[in-house]
């Protein structure tokens, strides 16, 4: 599978401020880029998924909101 433009961008950009001595801007690009990568799996899951029933569904925006589950 081939890496999109975005998540090579961020790649390079966590790569580039890492070794030129920026933790700030690097930690900011890294957290960019695991925001991208959860994004990616929640779309291919839920494209592969069968669809929830009310409660599975409260649940999971349970957890994708920080709530209790």
Not at 48 to 59: D, G, K, M
């Amino acid at each position: 599978m081939a890496i999109s433009p975005e998540k090579a961008r961020l790649r390079a950009a966590v790569a580039a401020n890492t070794h030129h001595g920026h933790p700030e801007q690097a930690d900011q690009a890294r957290r960019e880029l695991k925001t991208l990568v959860l994004a990616d799996s929640i779309r291919e899951a839920v494209e592969n998924a069968p669809v929830p029933t009310p409660e599975q569904l409260a649940r999971l925006r349970a957890l994708l909101g920080g709530g209790n589950v």
